[in-house]
């Protein structure tokens, strides 16, 4: 088994004196559950929110209601405006956001059930993905926070454009 998304994160994080902030909702706190799994995670790991209701997003993490109200909270515009909004907070390099309908209830014809929209925002750029998940709430939340992670990689390891 090779090593873990966690500690991978982690020493390019550490090696390019790089922080890390989170902004979750669907997730619930899976995101920096993880990030803080790696020993020595406090010299990178500024914080998070698990900013669950409409309310927290815009209070906590800046998002408008604007866009909350137009575009949902499982959207594009929203995700981004939360890692925005946790980059800020926290005054980190890199911020990472969740936010998605886990299920079983919740989901609509235009955002079926497993909706998961991840935001990523750096002073590099910001970047968005759009994913639709299979499974069970608990197994979609897993599925989620295993995206999250790998966003992250991907953009520390140069491979976001």
């Not at 914080?47 to 594009?76: C, I, P, Q, R």
């Not at 993905?129 to 520390?156: P, T, V």
Request: include cysteine; aromatic fraction near 8%; hydrophobic fraction near 35%.
């Amino acid at each position: 088994m090779g090593v873990s998304l966690e500690l991978r994160i982690g020493k390019i994080l550490i090696n390019s004196h790089q922080t890390l902030a989170t902004a979750e909702s669907c997730t619930g706190g899976l995101v920096s559950d993880r990030i803080t799994n790696a020993p020595g995670s406090s010299a990178y790991f500024l914080g998070g929110v698990v900013a669950y209701s409409y309310e927290a997003k815009a209070s906590l993490l800046k998002v408008s209601w604007d866009t909350l109200n137009t575009k949902g909270a499982v959207s594009h515009d929203t995700v981004l405006e939360m890692a925005r909004g946790a980059r800020k907070v926290f005054g980190s390099d890199v911020a990472v956001s969740v936010s998605g309908i886990a299920g079983p209830g919740g989901g609509t014809p235009e955002k079926p059930v497993g909706t998961t929209w991840l935001g990523l925002a750096t002073s590099q750029g910001e970047w968005t993905r759009h994913l639709l998940w299979d499974g069970d709430r608990e197994q979609n939340k897993k599925y989620s926070c295993e995206a999250a992670m790998q966003f992250i990689l991907d953009y520390l390891e140069g491979n976001l454009k």
